[in-house]
């Protein structure tokens, strides 16, 4: 995805087309990209290369919240990716970003909530 990212930056301005229309495209097709790298490192860290079979409650709530961190980050970049996308093509079609950048924010606060409330039971 990011070899394609590029190649599509070096095409556009190589043949003077919409460049920030390619831009957008190759940002977005990176961040995709990278949020996909990451999260399959991750699963491959804690499912292939974790050494004990059962994990505490503390690790597990670790593992959840590196996760949802990884998925709230690569939605939130992508959301403003459509904003900028949305701005400059067609204004009318900015709502479905923002839902998007709301969601992301939701899963943000949801995230500290849960971190806020299993951090007293951990006590």
Excluded: C
Aim: proline residues 2%.
């Amino acid at each position: 995805m990011m070899g394609v990212a590029l190649w599509d930056i070096w095409l556009s301005v190589h043949e003077k087309t919409l460049l920030v229309t390619a831009l957008l495209n190759a940002i977005g097709l990176i961040v995709i990209g990278t949020a996909v790298f990451d999260v399959s490192k991750f699963l491959l860290e804690e499912e292939v290369f974790s050494s004990s079979g059962t994990k505490s409650p503390a690790k597990q709530r670790e593992t959840l919240l590196k996760f949802l961190v990884i998925i709230a980050i690569a939605v939130s970049l992508e959301s403003l990716v459509f904003v900028f996308d949305a701005g400059t093509k067609d204004i009318t079609m900015l709502i479905y970003p923002t839902f998007l950048l709301i969601a992301a924010i939701l899963v943000v606060v949801g995230l500290g909530v849960y971190q806020k409330l299993t951090r007293d039971d951990a006590k």
